[in-house]
């Protein structure tokens, strides 16, 4: 079965500092991958995807993720964060029956 | 254009009662998902709508749980006989088949 694990449940930084979540899955064939933001009192927002093409993909906000196939990894990164990102982060990989399986999500807190 | 919207955006119920959860998707998605957020057991995939017919239930947590679409639009999540445990948010989101999936709100539930 697929599955997503995000390593890190809580992360806290401080404002400009570099940011790595890390973000494996298990599935051997074609995958689809996603990161979503929560903010806090917000609705799940797309932060960036993957289907095919260039492994490293750009989101909004300044955001980047790279698949790297062999270590069926989609690491999500932002060089310099800010305090306004402080939100719940999920990854999550699209089954060929379409559903979403997500990580149990990574909270990010961010302090000026 | 709108996005996907649910209603009502809290509901607090007695155990015992029947609940009903409304989805309105992004006109023209074809797609509709429920999801269920919950503490102990982060984002889980609950029904799968591909126009008025259900191709994916798996996720639905044993029979209490329903689900509908009509005229390929709105869904309803059916929760009868509530338990505490089914105290959760409850997301809905949709798509054009096999695209990105655009979450609603979602709506609180709370069982007494």
């Known amino acids: 079965a697929q599955s997503v694990s995000q390593h890190n449940h809580h992360v806290i930084l401080s404002e400009a500092a570099s940011l790595e979540l890390g973000c494996n899955y298990s599935?051997?064939?074609?995958?689809?991958l996603f990161w979503y933001v929560q903010y806090p009192g917000q609705h799940l927002q797309l932060l960036l995807k993957?289907?095919?093409?260039?492994?490293l993909v750009k989101g909004i906000k300044g955001f980047e993720a790279e698949f790297i196939k062999s270590k069926f990894s989609f690491n999500l990164r932002k060089p310099s964060v800010q305090w306004s990102d402080t939100a719940e982060y999920f990854c999550?990989?699209?089954?060929?029956?379409?559903?979403?399986?997500f990580g149990t999500g990574t909270r990010l807190q961010v302090f000026p | 254009g709108a996005g996907v919207s649910q209603s009502p955006s809290n509901k607090v119920t007695e155990k015992g009662k029947d609940v009903e959860l409304r989805c309105d998707p992004i006109s023209g998605h074809t797609a509709l998902y429920w999801y269920r957020q919950s503490l102990g057991q982060g984002l889980e995939f609950l029904i799968y709508f591909q126009g008025n017919s259900a191709p994916d239930k798996s996720g639905l947590p044993s029979d209490r749980f329903s689900a509908e679409r009509t005229g390929g639009s709105v869904s309803t999540l059916t929760i009868q006989r509530t338990q505490q445990e089914d105290s959760a948010v409850y997301l809905c989101?949709?798509?054009?088949?096999?695209?990105?999936?655009?979450f609603g709100p979602g709506t609180r539930l709370l069982v007494l």
């Open positions: 999550a990989v699209k089954t060929p029956t379409d559903k979403l399986i």
């Open positions: 599935y051997g064939g074609t995958v689809n």
């Open positions: 989101a949709s798509s054009p088949p096999g695209k990105t999936q655009y």
């Open positions: 993957y289907f095919s093409g260039d492994p």
